[in-house]
């Protein structure tokens, strides 16, 4: 499976930004899908999952009633709606896939390039 994620930028404090991430070469629509992210100095740390069917979603604190992540499977894609962003959000963010039910890095199989996103203050 091959994950290309893009819809990185800068933007100021409080605004919002989407992220998508689209997928082939696989059968997407079997996929948990997770973004995680990596800020600067900082060890890569999970941000949002989804299941397979886009039934069930899962949020780390730090951007619980902020960000929304949906998918279309029809698509192969997966988005990352990012609202309200804070200087602490900037960071370089990954879309990943697992086989399985997923939320440890380690648990996810395919990993996209990363995109970066800078919030100004």
């Known amino acids: 499976v091959q994950l290309q994620a893009s819809g990185g930028g800068l933007v100021q404090a409080g605004g919002s930004l989407g992220l998508s991430c689209a997928a082939s070469g696989g059968t997407f629509k079997s996929y948990d899908m997770g973004w995680f992210r990596r800020a600067p100095g900082k060890e890569r740390m999970f941000v949002a999952v989804?299941?397979?069917?886009?039934?069930?979603?899962y949020y780390a604190d730090s951007v619980k009633g902020r960000f929304v992540i949906s998918r279309d499977n029809a698509k192969s894609t997966v988005f990352l709606q990012m609202n309200d962003l804070k200087p602490e959000d900037t960071a370089v963010y990954y879309c990943a896939a697992s086989g399985s039910s997923a939320i440890l890095e380690h648990q996810f199989d395919y990993w996209g390039q990363g995109t970066l996103v800078t919030v100004s203050s």
């Open positions: 989804i299941d397979f069917g886009g039934g069930k979603t």
